[in-house]
């Protein structure tokens, strides 16, 4: 809503420059076509005055007033949000917690979901380097700073799935760090939110029960989160759900069993200079468990 306002504030102030633009030109051809004596001294001094300060001191004025008088409602949008997101730019991925109503969190990665219509505010940080934060279908981009928080707020007003991206150079593999936004009709957002809050799924097959065990055997929850198991590190993107996004890595794979087999087995393959380790070494078996118990994941 807000980045509606300012895009059309963008074709105002546009506008305006093109204004000056043609009269500055026009003046100038002006000038270098006259003859000299065309006019008297007392006229060419009003050409001056009035071509270089009191048309532009008009047009500048009022698109300046123009400009702040959307001030008031801007902000007025930004205090009254419905939804409190907090977003974390990480080398090179993204920490999403949203804070429910009743106190519950739910932690993802990598995607943030919205209420069409609704505002969200989203609150950004980074652990590490300076990082930001990009939807350009949405609005506005806006650096996530270490030790700093700065605030977005979004109000899609369409449902559909947004690509959003790092805007910052923030190292190695900074080009693979994108984001999906998925903006969902209200109830289906309230029933995303819900599943993300519970706990993860018991695995279903026979051969994701074997990956779950081998997901804790192989140490992988020292840096992954599966909410309900006891894997509960805190180092990489929290896996509860991980089966039900989009993507892998950042928006560099689709999700799919053979994704995750291919990211668990050579991640810097993937994504250089990740800090996950490679699994390459296990055999195909036990990599294909592991895919088909976060795949399970939803
Ligand atoms: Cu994060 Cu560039």
Redesign the pocket.
């Known amino acids: 809503m807000g980045a509606e306002r300012i895009a059309a504030l963008w074709w105002v102030m546009a506008g305006g420059a093109l204004l000056i633009w043609v009269l500055v030109v026009g003046l100038s051809i002006y000038a270098i076509r006259v003859s000299p004596e065309a006019h008297g001294e007392g006229k060419a001094r009003w050409l001056i005055i009035g071509g270089g300060a009191i048309v532009p001191t008009v047009v500048l004025g009022a698109l300046l007033s123009h400009g702040l008088s959307l001030m008031p409602e801007l902000l007025a949008h930004e205090r009254r949000a419905d939804l409190t997101i907090h977003v974390s730019?990480e080398?090179?991925w993204w920490r999403v917690e949203y804070v429910l109503p009743d106190g519950r969190r739910a932690v993802t990665a990598n995607e943030v979901r919205l209420p069409v219509g609704r505002a969200a505010e989203l609150i950004l940080t980074s652990p590490d380097?300076i990082?930001?934060f990009w939807i350009p279908p949405l609005g506005g981009k806006l650096d996530?700073i270490p030790g700093r928080q700065t605030r977005l707020v979004l109000e899609p007003t369409r449902t559909g799935t947004f690509r959003g991206a790092?805007?910052?150079?923030?190292?190695t593999s900074?080009?693979l760090?994108a984001l999906d936004a998925v903006v969902l009709e209200p109830e289906a957002f309230a029933r995303w939110l819900d599943t993300q809050a519970a706990p993860a799924r018991e695995p279903a097959t026979p051969l994701a029960r074997e990956g779950a065990a081998l997901f804790l055997g192989h140490g992988c929850g020292a840096c992954h989160t599966v909410r309900g198991t006891q894997a509960n590190g805190g180092v990489g993107p929290d896996l509860t759900h991980v089966g039900g996004r989009l993507t892998l890595a950042a928006g560099t794979l689709r999700m799919s069993e053979a994704a995750l087999a291919r990211w668990i087995a050579r991640p810097a393959a993937v994504k250089p200079g990740v800090h996950m380790p490679a699994f390459g070494m296990l055999p195909d078996g036990q990599l294909r468990a592991l895919a088909a118990y976060l795949a399970g994941l939803e």
């Open positions: 730019g080398q090179w380097v990082h930001s996530m790092c805007a910052e150079y923030c190292g900074h080009a760090m």
